[in-house]
């Protein structure tokens, strides 16, 4: 079954189960090895060497930590306690913990932030009354996680595959175009690649 990212609450991930054979945590909503999550940054510690990071991420539901080591450090960069961030990770496990290795960290408005938070109720009413109360629960049937996907990222992908019927684009150019948000575009272009509905040749994308 293939695994998409995900947009859910830290307290999803944090009460999920760790899944080694898989590598992914079985959440209320199935199968999850890459989360999409925003939160504020509660702390942030760098070794001396600088080989070494982690932030503390606290969405209002759990805290959960990002960390990153050796090349991977910089994209912490730029990265305060207080900050409001919007990010991409690889949900990993160690010592008894779940922590995220960030792909794409990026600051937000409290306003964006409230906007995606509003987004994730909504997600949260597709499911049973029970499901969302209870911490750990069996995969669900694939249909009903296959019906998830499409609804998650629905509009977005229609406006990218709309705006590809027109010519090639490169991802700046799509986000221009339509005024998508920037992580946005880059899981559905991830999507619909991996879907073989389009193509990328030299930076520019085309439907398929």
Not at 12 to 22: L, R, T
Request: charged content about 40%; glycine content about 4%; overall charge negative.
């Amino acid at each position: 079954m293939l695994m998409v990212c995900r947009k859910l609450r830290v307290i999803d991930i944090v009460n999920g189960e760790w899944d080694d054979e898989n590598q992914c945590v079985r959440t209320v909503f199935g199968k999850v090895n890459e989360i999409r999550a925003f939160g504020t940054v509660m702390d942030k510690f760098v070794t001396e060497d600088g080989k070494y990071s982690y932030i503390i991420l606290d969405d209002g539901t759990e805290t959960i930590r990002l960390k990153t080591w050796r090349d991977d450090v910089r994209r912490m960069d730029g990265i305060e306690k207080g900050d409001i961030v919007d990010i991409i990770g690889k949900l990993n496990y160690y010592n008894e913990e779940i922590y995220i290795s960030p792909k794409i960290i990026k600051k937000i408005s409290y306003n964006f932030w409230l906007l995606r938070h509003l987004e994730i109720i909504e997600n949260l009413k597709t499911l049973p009354k029970e499901k969302i109360e209870t911490k750990v629960t069996k995969e669900k049937k694939k249909e009903e996680i296959e019906e998830f996907e499409i609804l998650d990222s629905d509009v977005t992908i229609k406006k990218i595959l709309e705006t590809l019927k027109s010519g090639e684009f490169s991802k700046e150019e799509i986000i221009e175009r339509t005024s998508l948000d920037e992580i946005d575009v880059e899981l559905a272009l991830r999507e619909l690649t991996d879907e073989k509905k389009i193509e990328e040749k030299n930076g520019k994308f085309k439907a398929v």
